[in-house]
């Protein structure tokens, strides 16, 4: 299909601490024009699957940290474009979501850049790692993820879209990254999550939530933010799949990326 290839329409500055070292970060975000791509210390990576070098707790581009939620609004601004720069290897974590993301970036109107054709999968395309699955095909934009615990609290939640690009700054990008209040020690042992706290983390404990959520079922939805943002290292537009998830992390997301983009180059050869 042939879509607008779009950029910011001005550089945009946000700081903060970094979601889980907690040193200082600023990132700039420059328009682009090849691509979104993240800078630090004079090196260069492309929002690619094969530059990922890690994914456990976030997903790591090079020596750059947790990229997944300004990816996010990217795929949910529909922005293909960008030149990311930080002063430190770690995306700063702000509230937790990417609404602060899609707030600075939505002050300035998108630039154009010019009309490209992007490829869709003929065929329905599976990752399927035990009970963790993702389907991904050719659609309009109707996304779903459902979060399962099993025999804890909340047991099941599920999150669906039928428009993901419509709903996205309203709906899901607010929606704030969370733990399992079982494993705040551990994580804190590990030195993780610094760059958070109560506010701009959802704490799920047995029964309900220890603090204030901004939806009943946030974790599912942020869930949704991840994926949209560890998918769109494809490059492929979210408003031209349909996608659906259940029980995935940012190790099976950037796999089924991998694995979605694998079908594309190939189908369209």
């Not at 420059?30 to 993240?38: D, L, N, S, V, Y």
């Not at 490829?119 to 599976?126: A, D």
């Not at 615990?149 to 879209?161: A, G, L, N, V």
């Amino acid at each position: 299909m042939i879509l607008m290839r779009k950029t910011v329409g001005a550089p945009i500055v946000l700081e903060g601490r970094g979601l889980h070292s907690g040193e200082p970060t600023k990132v700039t975000i420059h328009p682009g024009e090849h691509g979104i791509a993240f800078r630090y210390n004079g090196q260069r990576w492309n929002a690619r699957p094969e530059e990922v070098t890690e994914t456990t707790r976030c997903t790591k581009l090079g020596e750059v940290s947790t990229i997944e939620h300004l990816m996010s609004a990217f795929c949910g601004l529909e922005i293909t474009d960008a030149e990311v720069e930080l002063t430190f290897p770690e995306l700063p974590g702000l509230d937790g979501s990417s609404r602060p993301y899609v707030v600075e970036l939505s002050k300035f109107p998108l630039q154009n850049i010019s009309e490209s054709e992007f490829f869709t999968p003929f065929k329905r395309v599976y990752a399927h790692i035990g009970d963790v699955k993702i389907a991904m095909g050719r659609g309009r934009g109707h996304w779903d993820y459902e979060y399962a615990t099993d025999d804890r609290w909340p047991y099941r939640q599920r999150y669906e879209s039928t428009d993901v690009v419509r709903d996205y700054a309203h709906e899901i990008a607010p929606a704030r990254t969370f733990a399992l209040a079982e494993e705040i020690p551990m994580i804190v042992q590990h030195g993780l999550g610094k760059g958070l706290d109560e506010n701009s983390a959802v704490i799920v404990g047995d029964g309900d939530y220890k603090n204030d959520v901004r939806f009943p079922d946030e974790p599912a939805r942020h869930k949704l933010l991840d994926l949209m943002g560890d998918l769109y290292l494809a490059g492929v537009p979210a408003s031209l799949l349909n996608v659906s998830a259940v029980r995935s992390g940012h190790r099976t997301n950037v796999a089924a990326a991998a694995l979605l983009l694998e079908h594309v180059l190939a189908e369209h050869r």
